[in-house]
């Protein structure tokens, strides 16, 4: 049986920049609030004209050069989103338009904050299986345009923003000594309401109904009930992968958490026991970009050498579903 291992990545976030003062003009909130709470300085939201599968294409081609291989080289596609351009198809038949690459299959997967650690997750079975050599893992997100930046939706219009990050993985032989360790993935969908987007939905009869745009077709989220079951599922999550590769806290190189609220990270890393240097925050910068915020925090920890060949990294992520889960990585 093959590894599978993380060739290369790549980013890609909007250009325009949408600071909390930005915010507080529109919103009864203010920089110190959101500061404090949340620990996000900034974030980044699309223009007109651009999308979420623009924001992969961006970031799956600054992955691929990074890899040293054409997109030809791809055997399939894994598209997280929670947040696709359209209601069907998905995003990752406009990713496979657009990189033009042969009729490569190109699965969406809808596991919100989750989507990469899922996405991975079934990149690694495809290559362990031997039905795949190379995958492309991408998770990709436009929440800005369904935001409710009123009064009303304050406490997530703070937090939620747009970005894409992508993964080249692919199959490697035992020398390589890169290898994916363990996998620890859960649902709890007696909390599926508790963060969502009630509509659009097939339930309503019609699904398209005017009066939903305003009552139901913004996120919604319970904060403080979210907040409580992130900050006890990603630390379980991660010393089960831990204990299933045999290792402990002390054998790991970085932990890169879903970047949720820098508050629920410091509660995980200290739950977990670890030291600062071993814990990737950049919730600062870009708020929290659902499935998008571990590729992209992937990508910058191995830009600025946090990580190298060999080290041993976990990922984990929790959000809407509820859907957690993490990887345990000999990078
Ligand atoms: O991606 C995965 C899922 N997402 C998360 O994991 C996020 C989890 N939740 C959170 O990050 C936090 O719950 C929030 C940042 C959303 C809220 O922080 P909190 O400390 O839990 O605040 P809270 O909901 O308990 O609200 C405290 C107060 C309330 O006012 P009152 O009722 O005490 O008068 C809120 O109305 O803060 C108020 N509030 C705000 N004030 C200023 C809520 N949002 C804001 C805001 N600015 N943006």
Known sequence: MPNTRILATGRAVPDRVVTNAELAEKIDTSDEWIRQRTGIEQRHWIAVGESGSGLALKASERALAKAGIPASDLDAIVYATSTPDHFA??????????????????????????????????????????????????????????????????????????????????????????????????????????????????????RNQAEHIDSKGYL?????????????????????????????????????????????????????????????????RYGNTTSATVPIALDECLEQGLIQRGDLIALTAFGSGFLWGSALIRY
């Open 220 to 284: 919604s989220m319970d904060g403080k009930e979210v907040f409580k079951h992130a900050v006890t599922r990603m630390p379980e999550s991660v010393q089960a992968v831990l204990d299933k590769g045999g290792k402990s806290t002390e054998d790991l190189t970085l932990l890169i958490p879903h970047q949720a609220n820098l508050r629920i990270s410091e509660m995980v890393q200290k739950r977990l026991g670890l030291r600062d240097d071993q814990v990737y925050n950049n919730i600062q």
């Open 89 to 206: 198809p998905g995003g990752g038949v406009y990713l496979q338009r657009d990189l033009n690459v042969g009729t490569i299959p190109a699965l969406d997967i809808r596991t919100q904050c989750s989507g990469f650690v899922y996405g991975l997750s079934l990149a690694d079975c495809y290559i362990k299986s031997g039905m795949y050599r190379t995958v492309l893992v991408v998770g990709a997100e436009v929440q800005s345009t369904a935001m409710d930046v009123s009064d009303r939706g304050r406490n997530t219009a703070v937090i939620f923003a747009d970005g894409a990050g992508a993964a080249v993985v692919q199959a490697c032989d035992e020398a390589a000594g890169s290898e994916i360790l363990a996998w620890d993935l859960h649902s709890e969908g007696a909390h599926a309401e508790l963060l969502w987007v009630d509509a659009p939905g097939s339930v309503y009869h019609p």
